[in-house]
């Protein structure tokens, strides 16, 4: 169990450049989830896969936002056109179909649009 | 959109100290998670307790929950400098869980 490593850690860009992160979820897990976090605030959902399967995305993943996990391991979550508003730390986690309800959060990547 | 209200937003107390902060939340739910974020990194599973219990022990750490005033609180006995950090709860609506909706947090600081 090496935990949930999401990449990078960190972000600057410029608006108007799109950006891509990556999440690697713990081996066994076929639950992935992404969060966006802003200062001061609790994590929100943003979209969640069982296996390949993307089930759900928040009213928060406007046209610009893409999560994919093609082969159900690995995640990325891709933003285009990027806005200072999009400024936040991106979380991803993972549970097991076992213990679904425990959700286990890497480190994050913090993104920082100018 | 935020699911619970933590409260107070901010505490401070003298290591040793028991620390408490409080969650309500606006839904019936499954289950009710505490999580604990030290700062610039991700969310640690605490504790997690079902709608159909009232209490929960694990170590220093005790949580209630009340579905009737929506709210659970969290209690930490005996407070260390380690346990400086921000504490969320979140809430699960559907029996798989398929997603957690998180409270604004209580940013605990623990004075040595």
């Known amino acids: 169990d090496t935990g949930v490593s999401q990449d990078p850690r960190h972000k600057i860009t410029k608006r108007g450049q799109n950006v891509t992160f990556r999440c690697d979820p713990i081996?066994?897990?076929?639950?992935l989830y992404w969060y966006r976090q802003t200062l001061g605030q609790g994590p929100e959902f943003l979209t969640y896969?069982?296996?390949?399967?993307?089930?759900?995305k928040s009213r928060l993943l406007s046209d610009r936002f893409s999560a994919e996990r093609p082969k159900g391991s690995f995640s990325t979550l891709e933003i285009q056109r990027t806005e200072q508003g999009d400024s936040a730390m991106y979380l991803c986690?993972?549970?097991?179909?076992?213990?679904?309800?425990?959700?286990?959060f890497g480190s994050g990547t913090q993104l920082s649009v100018l | 959109s935020q699911q619970g209200e933590e409260d107070p937003q901010a505490l401070s107390i003298q290591e040793g100290e028991n620390a408490t902060m409080n969650c309500s939340y606006k839904?019936?739910?499954?289950?009710l998670q505490w999580y604990r974020q030290n700062s610039g990194r991700g969310l640690v599973h605490l504790i997690l307790?079902?709608?159909?219990?009232r209490e929960k022990h694990s170590g220093r750490l005790r949580v209630t929950l009340d579905t009737s005033k929506k709210s659970s609180s969290l209690l930490i006995t005996a407070s260390r400098a380690a346990d400086t950090a921000s504490y969320f709860c979140?809430?699960?609506?559907?029996?798989?869980?398929?997603?957690?909706?998180f409270g604004t947090g209580t940013r605990l600081t623990i004075i040595p």
């Open positions: 986690a993972s549970s097991s179909e076992r213990n679904n309800e425990k959700l286990f």
């Open positions: 081996s066994e897990h076929n639950r």
């Open positions: 896969f069982q296996n390949e399967a993307q089930l759900e």
């Open positions: 839904t019936s739910i499954n289950n």
């Open positions: 307790i079902r709608s159909n219990e």
């Open positions: 979140a809430t699960g609506l559907n029996f798989g869980n398929e997603k957690l909706t």
